[in-house]
């Protein structure tokens, strides 16, 4: 389950992502605010701490991704 969860999100980076995918041209610079972006520090932590919660820690990064947020270099631990 994990891996076809993992190639979701790489498909979602390859074709979706303003980071990664088509769109890139438009944000030469990254869209994402954070690094690694969001849907990489959820493939990461999915990777990395398991299919529960690693996404349970995606989705909180994904919510902490706000217009208030200061964003900056966050690693997956």
Same mark, same amino acid.
């Given at each position: 389950m994990k891996k076809v969860v993992i190639f979701f999100i790489s /498909?979602?980076?390859?074709? /979706?992502?303003?980071d990664?995918?088509?769109f890139r041209v438009y944000h030469p610079n990254g869209f994402c605010k954070y690094t690694p972006s969001c849907s990489e520090y959820m493939k990461q932590s999915i990777e990395k701490r398991? /299919?529960? /919660?690693?996404?349970?820690r995606g989705l909180y990064r994904i919510l902490r991704c706000n217009p208030w947020s200061r964003?900056?270099?966050?690693?997956?631990?």
């Open positions: /498909l979602y980076q390859k074709t /979706l992502s303003l990664h995918g088509w398991g /299919l529960f /919660l690693g996404g349970v964003g900056g270099n966050d690693p997956v631990y």
